[in-house]
């Protein structure tokens, strides 16, 4: 079930004649799809902030309204110590799943959208306290783009991430390699561009992305079979999990609702 917005444009940030519109359009986008996600959200709540481009609008935006007076009395959980960084910036009151073990509501981005309104996440490498955190939500709204919709999971050719322990991190590499062999999977550790060196996720871990060249099939199945294998952590497949989607492009927002 899907239905259409007129968009409501946003005025864009000045930036110099040497930006790229392309990516400019891109970020229009962003805004648009998080800002409509922010008006889930209702005085009292307890919400769980995302991480990523797309999440950050939003956030900005939730604390925007806090210091209007518009929303009163809400309770953000970040999903990443950089989330967290820019939640005490703009000034919204955070907790954590400890004192706040059930979240009324959490917004977040997404990598890959499929048609079951499956997801990829983690290119961002906060998948692990993502998941815990949106697992926890009454209602979890995903803000993406229309260049995030995908036809199946890997679909884009882009990363699906895997945390994994650093301890013999290629042997884990290599059995996520064969776990997925008939998919054409190649399995690479990701690394920091800036130092070279292996990236490091908020709980100390490296992560693994998988590379796929046709469908890996049964994502219930491909997922549990990733979490048997000992070093994995966790996975950037989040299925079943999203409650609606909220997609910006250049025709409107659409909002996909998912079927129960």
Known sequence: ?????????????????????????????????AYKAVEFIKSGMVVGLGTGSTAKHAVDRIGELIQQGVLTDIVGIPTSKKTHE??????????DLDTHPVVDLAIDGADEVDP????????????????MIEFASKKFVVIVDETKLV??????????????????????????????????????????????????????????????KKSIGD????????????GVVEHGMFIDMATAVIVAGDGGVTVKNKER
């Open 116 to 131: 079951d309104l499956n997801l990829v996440k983690g290119r961002g490498g906060s998948l692990l306290r993502e998941k």
């Open 219 to 230: 994502l219930k199945a491909a997922g549990d079979a990733i979490l048997r294998l000992p």
């Open 151 to 212: 036809d199946y999971i890997g679909g884009s050719g882009l990363a699906m991430p895997v945390e994994v322990v650093p301890f013999c991190w290629k042997f884990t590499a290599h059995k996520l390699e064969l776990l997925f062999k008939e998919s054409g999977c190649v399995a690479k550790l990701r690394i920091c561009p800036e130092t070279g060196d292996p990236f490091v996720t908020d709980n100390s871990n490296y992560t693994i992305d998988l590379f796929f």
């Open 86 to 95: 820019q939640a005490l910036s703009v000034h919204i009151p955070l907790s």
């Open 1 to 33: 079930m899907a239905t259409t917005y007129a968009p409501h444009f946003i005025a864009s940030e000045t930036t110099s004649s040497s930006s790229n519109p392309i990516k400019m359009a891109q970020d229009e986008l962003k805004k648009i799809a």
